[in-house]
């Protein structure tokens, strides 16, 4: 197996937004924001090398929404998803499987695309499986309104009528043990319904794909917890529980929202789990 993190590119979002009631003062010292009360954002995704497989975990945003809607979110830098996978020789069609952590329009918009003959969507990875779970997908396509804007329809449904769409089936707890794509996965319900936190075994160590569970180390203390997840109590319910496991057990956290930091571990002390080291993947992993 081969692990290599893929940038698709940066973005910017309100800074409240993303600490809830957690006061600037506190959060401006881990995630500085500008004039506009903007914080700088990762759109950081992970690709496996397993066997026959080649397997995406997240897609970010793509590139086929309207000026309009980018517009809202200041996106800057040159990272793409096509270069970040030809920088490791891969092409989009190579990949077998995206694994998606949820499909929220950061985590799933480069799923898909407007295709060359400008008739409609359709996938962006033509010989790929797209995985979601059952739960996960009724609660996306029948949107609450507070979700709804992270919803799109043209996200959400080419997946399902090009027939690429599969579903990971619920375990009976909220953990999975080796999933139908190889890799364990933590199912949490705070920030959407059945999010799901992959957990790779790689090169003797456990590497966690935080998706919106912990978005950037700023996050890690219990009370910051973002302004978007639906049931904030039980993400702190449900961070509780991670972080001290993490903690414990020494996992390397690759974060794809951080601008700054791809991977963290984390240490207990006497104010509860909090950050202990910061590295970029290539530091870690070889």
């Not at 396509?141 to 769409?165: C, H, W, Y």
């Not at 319910?237 to 974060?255: G, I, P, T, V, W």
């Amino acid at each position: 197996m081969k692990i290599y993190p893929i940038n698709t590119g940066n973005f910017k979002l309100d800074g409240g937004a993303m600490f809830g009631v957690v006061p600037k003062s506190l959060w401006h010292k881990s995630n500085p924001a500008d004039e506009n009360n903007m914080i700088s954002m990762a759109l950081r995704c992970l690709l496996i090398e397993d066997g026959n497989r080649l397997i995406l975990i997240d897609t970010g945003m793509g590139n086929k929404q309207s000026e309009k809607f980018f517009g809202y979110y200041y996106m800057y830098g040159n990272h793409s998803l096509d270069q970040s996978l030809a920088k490791y020789g891969f092409h989009r069609d190579d990949i077998t499987d995206v694994f998606l952590t949820h499909l929220h329009f950061d985590h799933c918009g480069g799923s898909i695309q407007w295709n060359k003959e400008k008739t409609g969507y359709e996938p962006a990875f033509k010989n790929a499986y797209f995985w979601s779970n059952e739960n996960h997908w009724q609660w996306a396509t029948v949107p609450n309104p507070r979700e709804k804007a992270s919803f799109l329809d043209e996200n959400i449904n080419p997946m399902k009528s090009s027939g690429q769409l599969s579903y990971i089936s619920l375990p009976d707890s909220d953990f999975k043990k080796e999933s139908e794509l190889g890799f364990d996965i933590l199912f949490v319900d705070g920030h959407t319904e059945k999010m799901m936190i992959p957990h790779i075994q790689y090169q003797g160590k456990t590497l966690v794909y935080m998706a919106d569970l912990l978005p950037t180390t700023g996050h890690v203390p219990l009370p910051y917890v973002m302004g978007y997840d639906t049931r904030p109590l039980i993400t702190m319910e449900e961070k509780s529980k991670f972080l001290q496991k993490a903690a414990d057990e020494n996992y390397f956290l690759f974060l794809e929202h951080d601008a700054y930091t791809e991977i963290c571990t984390l240490k207990n002390t006497e104010k509860g789990v909090r950050l202990a080291n910061q590295y970029n993947f290539s530091e870690i992993f070889q």
